[in-house]
Nanobody
Framework: QVQLVESGGGLVQAGGSLRLSCAAS????????MRWFRQAPGHEREFVAL????????RYADSVKGRFTSSRDNAKNTVYLQMNNLRPEDTAVYYC?????????WGQGTQVTVSS
């Protein structure tokens, strides 16, 4: 079992930055690839970013490529999402997700609101 707790969301003006954190419980964090998703009101949850188990590989949605960066610290059981040059359309609840094969764990989400 892995429990995930996101933090770092908030209200920011367009062009600003936020760094989200996702802290995981348990000793097996390094065995999981980590993903970030987001869900805006009235929209389906969408993929944002992926980072592999050792942090050597990342992949991003086209909408955030060049602006968002995911990293992880396996010693701290934490994954991060650095979000720069934020836009109003980035407003959503952001969720982290731990995945290993068919096993998925989700955090409770953190709200990010970008004002124009």
């Amino acid at each position: 079992q892995v429990q995930l707790v996101e933090s770092g969301g908030g209200l920011v003006q367009a062009g600003g930055s936020l760094r989200l954190s996702c802290a995981a419980s348990g000793r097996t964090f390094s065995r999981y690839a980590m993903r970030w998703f987001r869900q805006a009101p009235g929209h389906e949850r969408e993929f944002v970013a992926l980072i592999n188990e050792d942090g050597g590989y990342t992949r991003y949605a086209d909408s955030v490529k060049g602006r968002f960066t995911s990293s992880r610290d396996n010693a701290k059981n934490t994954v991060y999402l650095q979000m720069n040059n934020l836009r109003p359309e980035d407003t959503a609840v952001y969720y982290c997700n731990a995945v290993q094969g068919t096993v998925n764990y989700w955090g409770q989400g953190t709200q990010v609101t970008v004002s124009s």
